[in-house]
């Protein structure tokens, strides 16, 4: 399996490397429907964390693609790399619908830009699981939270069983300490009588 891994992240990373570089170089913002624009493109967005240029969006994703993807395609951090270029695979199909103009109507839908569109859903939803499989993929290994658990049960192993034997020298100290008393005011009682 590591030989096949060896070979699919670069694979998977290929694209998002090439895409991001092209972004940064040259940011194209997609336009609903299918088309390109160059430059100022359409109205702002309409979510308030999203940067108000789309080119500066487009941008941020091809810096975060092309990043991410020479780390997977290198084998360093590939969850975390796998799981950002997810990210930015569900928000570069987003963009042409975050930045629509509020003018900007379907109502004389292109038959072939809708079925255009549709194949490049269908591309970045197929990469998209992809990609959570590589961001999921523990190369074999239990994943963190089995690990967690595991590392868990054994410290509240190792704290009970240190509480127990602490707790029989305490309970013997304590037995001894009674029986000391106890012999001490017999003693004492002896004497008195």
């Not at 240029?53 to 941008?59: A, E, H, K, T, W």
């Not at 830009?113 to 859903?121: D, I, N, P, S």
């Amino acid at each position: 399996m590591a030989v096949l891994r060896r070979f699919a992240r670069p694979l998977l990373a290929s694209k998002f490397i090439r895409d991001g570089y092209a972004a940064v170089r040259n940011p194209v913002v997609p336009a609903a429907g299918g088309e390109t624009v160059r430059g100022d493109a359409g109205a702002p967005s309409r979510l308030p964390l999203l940067p108000e240029d789309p080119v500066q969006l487009v941008r941020l994703q091809g810096a975060v693609q092309l990043g991410a993807g020479l780390l997977l395609a290198l084998g360093r951090a590939p969850r975390s790399a796998s799981a950002a270029l997810a990210v930015t695979v569900v928000s570069s199909a987003l963009t042409p619908y975050l930045y629509r103009a509020t003018g900007d109507s379907d109502t004389d839908p292109d038959p072939a830009a809708g079925a255009a569109e549709r194949a490049e859903l269908l591309a970045k939803l197929s990469l998209l699981g992809g990609l959570l499989i590589a961001a999921a993929d523990t190369h074999g290994k239990p994943s963190l939270a089995h690990r967690t658990r595991r590392v868990a049960g054994h410290a509240s192993g190792a704290v009970t069983h240190r509480a127990g034997a602490v707790s029989d020298r305490v309970g013997g100290a304590a037995d001894t300490a009674v029986k000391s008393v106890t012999a001490s005011v017999d003693a004492a009682r002896k004497r008195l009588s």
